[in-house]
Structure formats: C-alpha cells, structure tokens
C-alpha cells in the first residue's frame, strides 16, 4: 500500500486555522508561503 502525502492542503489547511485564531499573522503566512513554493519552483525536481 503506498500512502501520498500531498504537503500543500496540509500547509493550506493550517495557514488558514491560524489566519483565523490569529489575523495579524496573515501577512507573515502569505509572504512565508510565497516564498517556499518559489524556492521549490527554483530548486525542485
């Protein structure tokens, strides 16, 4: 049996809980995002 694990629902699913207990930090998740799906598209496979 081979499970995937798809990382980007889960990263999706917890910046949007902590966008909502905490909305200062949407700018902080935003950007963070951002940044390490280009660092993937950079030096991915």
Known sequence: ???GLH???IVS???GV???AIPRLL???IA???IVIG???L???
Request: proline share 4%; hydrophobic share 60%.
């Open 18 to 20: 902590l966008i909502l």
């Open 27 to 29: 700018n902080y998740i």
């Open 43 to 45: 030096f991915g496979k």
């Open 7 to 9: 990382l980007t629902p």
């Open 32 to 34: 963070l995002y951002l």
């Open 1 to 3: 049996m081979n499970i």
């Open 13 to 15: 699913l917890i910046a």
């Open 39 to 41: 660092l993937i598209g």
